[in-house]
């Protein structure tokens, strides 16, 4: 019984140790959404601000904008799109004001809200008219206030 006893023991820690290190490997891990609707989504970045009322006092000339908190800072999107041609071109249409953007790619899987953005950016693709991409930006950031942000 006693010789049994040492490899018995080592085995069990051994095992701990090993499915510790598994387990918190996966929590470092990225994640991704798993479902059958979900689209990639290009985002136009506006900024990243450290706190609510910079964000806020800066994002003020905008009439719609969302953002997204990660890491304790916050993220202010000015478009959203399907098609990376139409990102390029909000990204110009702020270009064109004064306004550095970036372009984000993001998954979503919101059903409802794809199919209207998907309506919106075949209008998007058939203009260059600079007033029109406003106006479909702040109607798709209003939709996406409404079916995403209230879906939380």
């Known amino acids: 019984m006693k010789k ?6 080592f085995s ?3 095992g701990i140790l090993m499915s510790y290190l598994l387990i918190s490997s996966y929590d470092k891990a990225d994640s991704i959404t798993v479902s059958g609707h ?8 506006r900024g990243v601000y450290s706190n609510k009322e910079n964000m806020e006092n800066n994002m003020q000339e905008f009439t719609h904008y969302i953002y997204n908190v990660e890491d304790n800072m916050y993220y202010t999107y000015i478009g959203i799109t399907k098609n ?5 071109k909000i990204k ?14 993001k998954i979503t899987d919101n059903k409802k809200f794809l199919t209207v953005l998907g309506q919106y950016d075949e209008l998007l693709s058939k203009t260059n008219e600079e007033e029109t991409i406003a106006v479909i930006c702040n109607q798709v950031l209003s939709k996406y206030e409404e079916l995403v942000n209230n879906e939380y």
């Open 4 to 9: 049994y006893l040492f490899p018995i023991t």
């Open 12 to 14: 069990l820690i051994l």
């Open 38 to 45: 979900a689209e990639t989504v290009y985002y136009v970045q």
């Open 84 to 88: 990376k041609k139409n990102a390029e």
């Open 92 to 105: 110009e249409h702020y270009k064109n004001k004064g306004y550095d953007t970036y372009i984000k790619e």
